[in-house]
């Protein structure tokens, strides 16, 4: 029979038996065995592994970090505008008639005299001869005017006053008539009271009559004036009624660029429609809005970018004319913005009438910046949160001006610092950080 014992012993055979003694023992363990032990002891040292970590680590914050680098650095404002072209002129007829032709085309580039466009113009040469009657007639009130050295106005001022002075000076002396009969008894009270309120009229009459020759004469030279005005206005409307007549057309009458036309052949006009459109487009005007927060970065002299959905592949350049003295609200009264003027020029694609976006570059220096997801906003102003030694300390900063995607720092922080970005909510004053 097997013992129970762990070790069993093959059977012996004696040396006299000639045959050679072998003994045999099995290993105790088997490697199923060994293996699990050795996990067992690899576990072990991985929990304890880990919790020496945690105990080393259970206060470090993973954190983002950048550094306080120098470079160039550029502010700019958005703002949102119309272009205008204020060196432009509506152009309309002088006359009623019809259009016959016209001589020009959008775009076209026209010189002071060049005739825009043909008319028929009805009843031409009575309007020939009713500007020439007009002309004779003023000339000959100035002709008037000038020979008698007075103006009518004062001449009859000048009666007028005469005749109230000598009956002012009649009454005058019928009224010391009276009182002397009255005193004397020849006459009744109701005979002075008559000769009094005949003198007071006499007087009034005569009062006014010299205010009136006063402001005659003060008002003759302006009259004088007037008069040649008119004879001069009478002339020139003349000229163009012949100039009308011979060629039947508009006359152009100053150099530029037809930036629209209002008419076709057929059309009929008069003196109040707008026909044409003349305008030099050299330069731009930019009526442009600054959001109110941004307001107080603007100055004229400023640079300015200019895009538009015209032009996609342009951006053109100009400045800051004229900045507004007010806070103006939008037509809704929800956002305020600040009106400003903006010039461009030598512009092909910018046209009027087009909404454009502008960029106002209000500071350009050399700067040390950071990321702005580096900044932390309080009541009590800015901070970063700056790294030393694997620790993070919050630190007062005095920011400048910033580009959106950086922001200066003016005082605080030195370039190289590492800064944390984004800092999470657990990340303290003196916490221990890794930067991941």
Not at 187 to 195: M, N
Not at 293 to 310: F, L, Y
Request: hydrophobic share 40%.
């Amino acid at each position: 029979m097997r013992s129970r014992g762990v070790k069993i012993l093959s059977e012996q055979v004696s040396p006299e038996s000639g045959a050679n003694t072998v003994q045999t023992a099995r290993k105790p363990f088997s490697l199923k065995k060994k293996l699990l032990t050795t996990g067992v002891i690899l576990l072990v040292l991985v929990m304890a592994g880990f919790n020496a970590y945690r105990i080393v680590n259970k206060d470090v914050v993973t954190v983002s970090a950048s550094r306080v680098i120098d470079q160039h650095l550029v502010e700019k404002v958005p703002a949102s505008g119309t272009v205008v072209v204020e060196d432009k002129e509506v152009v309309y007829s002088e006359v009623s008639g019809t259009v016959k032709k016209m001589n020009v085309q959008m775009g076209d580039k026209v010189t002071s005299g060049q005739v825009l466009l043909e008319l028929y113009i009805p009843n031409a040469e009575q309007r020939l001869a009713e500007a020439r009657s007009a002309l004779a007639s003023a000339e000959s009130a100035l002709y008037q005017v000038r020979s008698a050295g007075k103006t009518s106005d004062l001449i009859a001022a000048e009666i007028a006053f005469s005749q109230a002075e000598s009956t002012y000076e009649k009454d005058k002396v019928d009224l010391q008539r009276q009182q002397t009969l009255f005193e004397a008894g020849a006459i009744s009270k109701a005979d002075l009271e008559q000769a009094q309120a005949e003198f007071d009229a006499g007087r009034s009459a005569y009062n006014k009559a010299k205010a009136d020759l006063q402001r005659s004469q003060e008002a003759a030279p302006f009259y004088l004036q007037s008069l040649e005005a008119a004879v001069e206005a009478a002339r020139l409307q003349l000229q163009m009624v012949e100039r009308q007549t011979a060629q039947q057309g508009l006359i152009c009458q100053r150099d530029g660029q037809v930036l629209s036309i209002n008419v076709r052949p057929g059309d009929q006009i008069t003196e109040s429609v707008p026909l044409l459109t003349i305008g030099t487009l050299q330069e731009f005007t930019i009526q442009a809005e600054v959001p109110e927060s941004e307001a107080g970065k603007i100055k004229a002299g400023q640079p300015v970018s200019v895009t538009g959905n015209a032009f996609l592949d342009e951006t053109y350049k100009g400045e800051i004319t004229q900045v507004g003295l007010e806070i103006l609200n939008d037509i809704q009264g929800e956002d305020s913005y600040l009106p400003v003027i903006a010039v461009v020029k030598d512009a092909p694609f910018l046209l009027p009438g087009c909404n454009v976006d502008l960029e106002i570059t209000v500071a350009d220096s050399q700067a040390l910046v950071v990321p702005v997801e580096a900044l932390v906003e309080k009541d009590e102003g800015n901070s970063i949160w700056i790294i030393k030694d694997g620790t993070a300390s919050l630190t007062p900063v005095k920011i400048g001006i910033s580009d959106g995607l950086t922001v200066e720092i003016k005082s605080g922080a030195a370039k190289d610092d590492q800064v944390v970005l984004n800092p999470p909510a657990e990340l303290k004053d003196g916490s221990k950080v890794r930067v991941k």
